[in-house]
């Protein structure tokens, strides 16, 4: 049993007129997969909601199909990033002119893989620090920047640097009237967990436009329950001065990654096609 992952979703609507965030947790199924995700819609919250039903199980049918035989078998990062180009079709399908954020963690057995497309974050605590396993995908980003203006797209400082002066993230799923300039490939990291890895908190950049990480971080270590935590980072977030929706998950993984032969954890592989084919 000593396998489990606690967690606590925390989500405000700020001084925002409407909430188009979206969250969910898959908790440890069958095959031994947990998740955890947080999607920062715009444009409405219809492209959120439609990628927090679907992500994980349309990974999971990916994860059964290889299991079965009926697909050649391939690395976790590949049927990540699989999933993610499937859900921009969901959506786009359905019609909806919405886009979001996406930023997901996924963990089964000590291989983990984070993965995300636009300016939603993963961190991780290593011991007494943190990762960022994610990269925010600014449009000003030199190797985003290139991509889009050599598919003819511009960008424009309206504010602060956005796609054809409309979006300011260079990736996001959904968002058909921005394509191709806006992409839904996801940059994916898959590694192996170790017992550094205390805690892990996933937010929209409501929380890390006014917040260091390290400071949400330590907010998730010393606090035993990551509801408590999430409620926490949530209230400071506010307080900093943050006028965007909020939505922030924290995992509390000591349980999780205490029984685990590793000290460090160690990452095995990135995967980015939209910078490999820049």
């Known amino acids: 049993e000593g396998m489990r992952i606690t967690y606590g979703e925390s989500e405000t609507i700020g001084y925002?007129?409407?909430?188009?965030?979206?969250?969910?947790?898959?908790?440890?199924?069958q095959s031994g997969l947990f998740a955890a995700e947080v999607y920062d819609g715009h444009g409405g919250r219809g492209a959120a909601r439609v990628a927090a039903g679907t992500m994980t199980p349309h990974l999971r049918s990916l994860l059964r199909q290889v299991k079965e035989g009926s697909r050649e078998s391939c690395p976790c990062?590949?049927?990540?990033?699989?999933?993610?180009?499937?859900?921009?079709?969901?959506?786009?399908?359905?019609?909806?002119?919405?886009?979001?954020?996406?930023?997901?963690?996924?963990?089964?057995?000590e291989r983990f893989v984070a993965a995300n497309a636009g300016d939603t974050r993963v961190i991780m605590g290593t011991g007494e620090a943190w990762l960022q396993l994610t990269l925010d995908h600014k449009?000003?980003?030199?190797?985003?920047?290139?991509?889009?203006?050599?598919?003819?797209?511009?960008?424009?400082?309206?504010?602060?640097?956005?796609?054809?002066?409309?979006?300011?993230?260079?990736?996001?799923?959904?968002?058909?009237?921005?394509?191709?300039?806006?992409?839904?490939e996801p940059r994916v990291v898959e590694g192996l967990l170790g017992k550094e890895n205390d805690v892990a908190v996933i937010a929209c950049d409501g929380v890390w436009d006014v917040l260091d990480p390290g400071e949400v971080i330590a907010m998730a270590r010393d606090r035993r329950d990551p509801q408590d935590a999430a409620d926490a980072i949530v209230a400071r977030a506010l307080e900093a001065g943050?006028?965007?929706?909020?939505?922030?998950?924290?995992?509390?993984?000591r349980d999780y990654t205490g029984g685990l032969s590793r000290e460090r954890m160690e990452i095995l592989s990135v995967l980015d096609r939209a910078r490999e084919s820049g």
């Open 16 to 29: 925002r007129e409407q909430m188009e965030d979206a969250s969910v947790i898959w908790d440890l199924d």
């Open 77 to 109: 990062c590949e049927l990540v990033r699989e999933t993610y180009l499937a859900v921009d079709s969901f959506i786009v399908g359905k019609g909806l002119e919405a886009g979001a954020a996406a930023a997901t963690l996924h963990i089964k057995g």
């Open 139 to 184: 449009p000003d980003l030199p190797e985003e920047l290139m991509r889009i203006r050599s598919l003819g797209g511009r960008v424009i400082v309206w504010g602060v640097p956005r796609v054809q002066g409309i979006l300011a993230m260079s990736r996001a799923l959904g968002d058909p009237s921005l394509k191709p300039f806006v992409t839904p």
């Open 242 to 253: 943050s006028t965007d929706n909020i939505t922030v998950v924290v995992l509390d993984l």
